[in-house]
């Protein structure tokens, strides 16, 4: 019987290790992307939108703000537009064009009813201004605007 008792324990428990087994897979997708960026040659882009769901977007800030050193750093910025203000929380990543800029962004979240979102779109003058730093006027244009109004429609 105790025989019995031990092989049914041992069954049990290569059982269950059997099936605590994580079981991943790999797969691509075609995300909706957008970049806003100057005409000037050797900047980084003003923004950079990921659509991760439809109620969430994965947003780099950067061009010559000053956001950090690019190590993962807490960093904040103020937008306003019209009567709208935000502040967009993030930490600082080494921008996409670092090799060519040596400059980082704001990587956050941000929701497409979310207050930040209504201010990059509202096709208004946005002033930026990086915590302890100066602010910076961006005049994004009709056609910024509406491109951005379009990329939160296709992840909708």
């Excluded at 031990?6 to 069954?11: E, S």
């Excluded at 994965?58 to 050193?69: D, F, S, Y």
């Excluded at 201010?119 to 730093?133: F, H, V």
Aim: proline content about 7%; hydrophobic content about 40%; some cysteine.
């Amino acid at each position: 019987m105790k025989r019995i008792g031990t092989m049914v324990f041992c069954l049990v428990a290569a059982s269950t290790a059997a099936t605590a087994e994580p079981l991943y897979g790999a797969s691509t997708e075609k995300l909706e992307t957008i970049q806003i960026r100057s005409d000037e040659p050797e900047t980084d882009a003003l923004l950079f939108a990921t659509c991760i769901t439809p109620d969430m977007f994965e947003v780099l800030i950067g061009n010559e703000l000053p956001l950090g050193r690019g190590e993962h750093e807490p960093v904040s910025l103020s937008l306003a537009a019209g009567t709208l203000s935000t502040k967009v929380d993030g930490v600082s990543v080494k921008s996409p064009d670092y090799e060519m800029t040596g400059n980082a962004m704001l990587l956050t979240t941000l929701e497409p009813k979310g207050r930040a979102w209504r201010i990059l779109t509202s096709g208004q003058p946005i002033e930026m201004r990086p915590k302890g730093s100066e602010p910076a006027t961006v005049p994004l244009g009709k056609a910024e605007t509406d491109a951005l109004k379009a990329f939160a429609r296709k992840c909708s």
